[in-house]
């Protein structure tokens, strides 16, 4: 209870705290303003003309619109028992899109059943000027979110929050139905919303004098990204906790309790202990640790399998003749480890084939990852600190598809904190090739942006279309072997020539007539001679083969072929169920709960769907969460109680989840925290995967990258224990190679003051460099001018302030009707939420020039410097930068090379020149500032201009 309370009251004042910021800065873009209109009104002696005065709104917000008429209170439900607020307030409410542009348009389309939305009333006659909170003092005043007096300033009255339950168009087509298509087409421009509001504040307000007036006058609906707005459902899921925490004894594993906890061994429930070593003997659906585990594709050969277990005595037992081994096989490994570490452990593979048409796995992991994967696979907690470029990813997606191949009827969670993230892990893990689609499922918003070559999204109503295409496809398949054995006619089928058969019917056919077939051939194959001809025996010649000439057909085909159309019955019983769900609804639950075994979600929608999971009986095994060093350490517990224990109601206490693996870096950025003071006060940044590290617990941490070149990683290695560097990094010829045009790989430059300013801040924290964020907007250009794609090039900084800046900057540069008409790079980001994202050239703005500022954290730096794959290059004020103790591991690394930008004169894209070539030195170029790189880029721009009018030919 107290760590649930805790957890509760923390989450609870930092999204506020985050709300509040978000109105505040939605407040001031909108600025409001008092607007006159004449009005002419009909009296008793005729029009009498007035002046109406009204609130409008001279800005403009993309996360705020202006609301076309009142909120419409349509019902107050009367309290339930022993409550005194009403049980529920219903509203409606009205915004028009059409000022809106295309892309603000589709956001707002976006929003369905459950969002959270923001009601403000702003009265522009209410604005009293000046800032209270430190009168005379302009250095001390307090920023517009932490200042009291901010309401007064721009004159709002009040703000109110509510949940949608409806969505509709100006039709009433309801546009927040389960059933409708993401890519439906909406009439009209005006969207009128359902929402509930909440119960207690409205009861508050109506025991108000003129309380309720209050609703009349919100006039702005404020809305709020997916990831932030999603607190409710957070919150509630953590109250829900406390009321019930009775159950999490049965949901979380007896093992993982005490190392959650802080209490007890902190090795107890890693896969090496006593702990797990009982467990997985005394649970079913657990191998035991020394017994065979099914490695599948890990290992490419032989080869990788015995370098993989270095120090261990490794045995294959081959079970193909020399002449008949495939090119490619699988493995279960049994690996038994020595007592102590003085004798050697003993390693002993079997092989088996490699399934034909499946990509498979093509990484050559090292022996830490196989390690990794091997604690995955195996019962118990298990860590996994991935250094920047160390393969996290490949780890994660091997540890899934092990699990799905070697443990068929269990279910396996994927948790990760970024929609980025998950669709990136998704993806993988489709393009294996291993795994049917229909097994998988993608939960969350998110799904929009995956990318796979399936017919159909995976979200829950397009895997139910994707089966019923695909019984669709297997009942045509059975209607054809039907009509191959006479069994029935084409005059059977439907009047649209749709088969006549049902999941039902064609399981009656499966048992009476191709059993029978099959049973009867291998009879033959028993008794027969040598001599029998296998293709006159075999049953299904017109269904498999078609009208094709007999010809040889060995035992070993016709068993493959009776085991393709075993399959296809096998498969529609899958489906059989869904001829009983006629509801949608029941078919997507259905899906989720019965047939999918791989299902992905973020830990922010795991809170929001918990209930709902929990009340269909949800069930899984197995959780591997991804990006566990960014999440909550609430964000990273509620995943585990996504379904009910064993034993829920009963006394016993069991837990059905067998294997945790978190996976992440807890030397990379933390949860993102906007109130400091939660942070250095309250730990609140504090991520379970770091605390879990903190205590002592084992884990494994990946020792070799294969991102960046040597000298790069060499930035952030420092960091790690034992970082190296994969063999392709030290001799593929694309990290040899020089980056065309610059005589450095990675380079500090010094930005001196523009115009007589550096570092300047327009509102409270927010930063921005002009000199800078010039420099590295002329910086891209130069690489774009001499042939570098611009979608390999990322921009970042490590504040918002000079983000929107450089935004700024390349519209102006690189817009339309420039000479780079709409030419961008491929990123222009914070520092913060580039984690987890790379590219092969990185141009990284530090901006501040009196102080370090917040890439004072180490971590920080760590995740700046190690976004770039081939280049990196830093444009700051080198010598605040590099007095920095905190910081000198790293900034001293640049200190030999010069502090001007270094050019190589002639030199284009894609690189010719090898990185130990020697370079004369009349080639090099040093830019001085960056009016001088301006002037480069100018001449660089008329020389396209020239050479794309001597191209082009005269009308």
């Known amino acids: 209870q107290d760590y649930l309370l805790r957890n509760f009251e923390l989450y609870r004042l930092e999204s506020a705290y985050q709300i509040r910021l978000d109105l505040v800065d939605v407040i001031r873009r909108v600025r409001p303003v008092v607007r006159y209109t004449v009005a002419s009104e009909a009296g008793d002696e005729g029009f009498e003309t007035g002046e109406v005065v009204k609130t409008a709104f001279s800005g403009w917000a993309r996360m705020a619109l202006e609301l076309v008429s009142n909120v419409d209170i349509v019902k107050v439900a009367p309290p339930r028992l ?30 369905g059943e459950y969002d959270n939305l923001f009601l403000l009333a702003i009265d522009a006659q209410r604005i009293t000027n000046g800032n209270d909170s430190m009168p005379g003092n302009e250095q001390l005043r307090l920023p517009d979110e932490e200042d009291p007096s901010f309401p007064n300033r721009y004159g709002v009255v009040a ?36 929402v509930a509001l909440d119960p207690s504040q409205y009861a508050m307000d109506a025991g108000e004098p003129n309380g309720l007036k209050l609703y009349e006058a919100l006039n702005l609906v404020v809305r709020r990204h997916g990831r932030e707005n999603n607190f409710r459902a957070v919150l509630e899921t953590i109250r829900g906790l406390m009321e019930g925490s009775g159950s999490i004894d049965r949901t979380i594993p007896s093992w993982l309790q005490p190392v959650l906890l802080g209490y007890g061994n902190s090795s107890s429930a890693s896969y090496k202990s006593k702990t797990i070593r009982s467990y ?30 270095p120090g261990y005595k490794v045995m294959i037992d081959d ?29 002993e593979a079997r092989s088996y ?81 291993d795994i049917n689609e229909r097994f998988m499922i993608r939960l969350g918003s998110g799904e929009r942006d995956l990318k796979t070559e399936s017919t159909h999204d995976f979200t829950k109503m397009g895997r139910v279309a994707h089966t019923m295409e695909r019984r669709a496809l297997l009942l045509e398949c059975v209607q054809k072997l039907s009509e191959s054995l006479g069994v029935s006619g084409s005059g059977e089928r439907g009047a649209d020539g749709s088969p006549s058969y049902t999941c039902e019917t064609a399981e009656y056919f499966f048992e009476r007539h191709v059993k029978m077939q099959i049973a009867k051939f291998e009879n033959a194959m028993v008794s027969a001679d040598t001599g ?62 019965k047939q999918a075994r791989i299902v992905a979600m973020t830990c922010t929608h795991a809170a929001i769907a918990r209930s709902q999971l929990i009340d269909l009986g949800f069930q899984y095994d197995n959780l591997v969460m991804e990006e566990a060093g960014q999440m909550l350490e609430v964000e990273t517990f509620i995943p585990l109680l996504l379904q009910k224990g064993e034993a829920d109601n009963t006394a016993a206490s069991q837990s059905r989840l067998k294997r945790i693996s978190l996976i992440g870096d807890h030397n990379q950025l933390p949860p993102v925290i906007k109130n400091r003071s939660f942070s250095t006060y309250s730990n ?116 918002n302030g000079q983000k929107e800046l450089i935004h700024d900057i390349l519209i102006q540069r690189c817009g339309p009707g420039t000479p780079l008409g709409n030419v961008y790079p491929g990123a222009v980001s914070t520092v913060d939420h580039y984690q987890g994202q790379q590219n092969d050239f990185v141009i990284l703005s530090l901006v501040r020039t009196s102080s370090v500022g917040h890439i004072r954290d180490i971590r920080r730096l760590v995740v700046g410097v190690s976004r770039a794959r081939l280049g990196l290059y830093v444009v700051c004020r080198s010598n605040i930068f590099s007095a920095c103790h905190e910081l000198r591991s790293t900034m001293a690394q640049f200190e030999d090379k010069p502090q001007k930008l270094q050019i190589v004169i002639g030199e284009h894209y894609p690189p010719q020149r090898r990185q130990n070539d020697p370079l004369p030195d009349e080639r090099m170029f040093e830019v001085k500032d960056v009016e001088h790189l301006g002037s480069i880029v100018h001449e660089l721009q008329e020389q396209m201009i020239r050479t794309e009018q001597e191209t082009t030919p005269a009308r």
């Not at 085991?563 to 509801?583: G, H, I, N, Q, T």
């Not at 392709?728 to 990675?746: D, M, P």
Request: with cysteine; glycine share 6%.
């Open 159 to 194: 703000v109110r929050g509510c949940m949608i339950l409806q969505v509709r168009d100006e039709t009433g087509n309801i546009l927040s139905d389960l059933g409708v298509p993401k890519d439906a087409k909406e009439i009209g421009t005006k969207r009128f919303f359902r």
């Open 319 to 347: 079970s193909f003749e020399p002449e008949s081994r495939p090119f490619r096989v699988k493995y279960k490994v049994k690996v038994i480890d020595s007592p102590n570490n003085e004798t050697q452990g003993n390693v």
């Open 280 to 309: 997985a003997s005394r649970t079913a659906g657990v191998s035991p640790i020394d017994a065979f585990l099914d490695y599948g594709d890990t290992f490419l050969d032989d080869e990788h399998l015995i370098a993989s277990f």
């Open 684 to 799: 609140l940044d504090q991520s379970l995967f770091r605390r879990l590290v903190r205590i002592g617990v084992p884990y494994i941490e990946l020792n070799k990258q294969g991102r960046a070149r040597a000298e790069i990683a060499k930035l952030y290695s420092w960091r790690y224990s034992d970082l190296g560097d994969l063999p392709h990094v030290l001799e593929s010829s694309k990290f040899q190679n020089s980056n065309a045009g610059f005589a450095y790989t990675h380079q500090m430059i010094n930005v001196e003051n523009f115009k007589d300013q550096g570092e300047t801040t327009p509102t409270a924290y927010f930063y921005q460099n002009l000199g800078e964020a010039e420099y590295a907007v002329a910086l891209f250009q130069y690489m774009v001018l001499i042939g570098y794609p611009s979608d390999k090039i990322s921009i970042l900084t490590t504040y």
């Open 82 to 111: 022993g409550e005194n607020h009403p049980a529920q307030v219903l509203a409606d409410l009205c915004i028009d899109l059409e000022k809106c542009g295309e892309g603000i348009r589709k956001e707002w389309n976006y929003l």
């Open 353 to 433: 084939p490699f399934p034909k048409y499946s990509a498979g796995n093509s990484v050559r992991f090292t022996p830490v990852q196989v390690e990794a994967v091997r604690s995955g696979l195996i019962p118990g907690l298990t860590l996994v600190v991935g250094p920047p470029g160390t393969g996290k990813s490949d780890c994660a997606v091997q540890i899934i598809a092990n699990l799905f191949h070697s443990y068929p009827t269990q279910r396996t969670v994927i948790i990760t904190h970024s929609n980025t993230a998950l669709n990136d892990l998704f993806q993988k893990v489709m393009e294996r090739g």
């Open 532 to 593: 029998l001809d296998v293709f006159e025996a075999f049953p299904f010649k017109k269904y498999c083969l078609g009208s094709k000439n007999p010809r040889p057909l060995t035992v070993q085909e016709a068993r493959s072929l009776l085991s393709e159309v075993a399959d296809v019955f096998k498969e529609l019983a899958d489906y059989r169920p869904l001829e009983l769900l006629r509801s949608l609804r029941q078919r997507t639950d259905y899906l989720l709960t």
